[in-house]
């Protein structure tokens, strides 16, 4: 990592209907029922390869569901402050949204959210809920101060 940078690492947003731990065991036991079906031979008939078929899509659900809930492939949803940039990643399969510093009209820091105001007139929302821990937390907000402060970025802080 560049050391003018600092990575803020945010937990999943868990957003899904069924919690990590659900969706494992579903997974699983989709596996072990296809499996048990193909070892007992219960249910052959013509269609038989349904069974594999069945069990490489649970296997498939299973592999999507650990790489998009843990950490396999390293840090995946991520908040950056770069020396002309913030970075924001909110996971595997969602790509990275870069703000440079002088497209940024004003900084907005409430309890829940980051908000990025836009010279263009958009504004950009960032969910604060994905970070963890106090320690996380005063790195995060000390990281906007100096980012703004560095760049001459209004900045709104309802937290201090």
Same mark, same amino acid.
């Given at each position: 990592? @560049?050391?003018?940078?600092?990575? +803020?690492? =945010?937990? $999943?947003?868990?957003?899904?209907?069924?919690?990590?731990?659900?969706?494992? !065991?579903?997974?699983? *036991?989709? +596996?072990?029922?296809?499996?048990?079906?193909?070892?007992? /031979?219960? &249910?052959?008939?013509?269609?038989?390869?349904l069974?594999?078929?069945?069990?490489?899509?649970?296997?498939?659900?299973? /592999?999507?569901?650990?790489? @998009?809930?843990?950490?396999?492939?390293?840090?995946?949803?991520? *908040?950056?402050f770069? $020396?002309?940039?913030?970075?924001?990643?909110d &996971?595997?399969?969602r $790509?990275?949204?870069? !703000?440079?510093?002088?497209?940024?009209?004003?900084?907005?820091?409430?309890?829940?959210?980051?908000?990025? *105001? *836009?010279?263009?007139?958009?504004?950009?929302?960032?969910? =604060?809920?994905?970070?963890? /821990?106090?320690?996380?937390?005063?790195?995060?907000?000390?990281?906007?101060?100096a980012?703004?402060?560095? @760049?001459?970025?209004?900045l709104?802080?309802?937290?201090?």
């Amino acid at each position: 990592m @560049h050391p003018n940078s600092t990575r +803020i690492r =945010l937990q $999943p947003a868990n957003t899904q209907r069924i919690p990590f731990l659900g969706q494992l !065991f579903l997974g699983l *036991l989709w +596996i072990g029922y296809t499996v048990a079906l193909i070892v007992t /031979g219960e &249910g052959a008939s013509d269609m038989h390869f349904l069974h594999y078929v069945f069990l490489v899509f649970s296997l498939i659900y299973l /592999g999507y569901v650990l790489v @998009h809930n843990a950490p396999v492939f390293g840090t995946q949803s991520y *908040l950056e402050f770069t $020396p002309a940039y913030i970075v924001h990643k909110d &996971g595997l399969f969602r $790509p990275k949204q870069a !703000f440079p510093a002088e497209g940024i009209a004003s900084l907005e820091l409430v309890p829940q959210q980051l908000r990025l *105001l *836009l010279k263009e007139g958009g504004t950009y929302a960032m969910s =604060l809920r994905q970070v963890k /821990g106090a320690k996380r937390k005063r790195l995060m907000r000390e990281q906007v101060r100096a980012f703004a402060a560095k @760049h001459n970025i209004d900045l709104r802080d309802t937290q201090a």
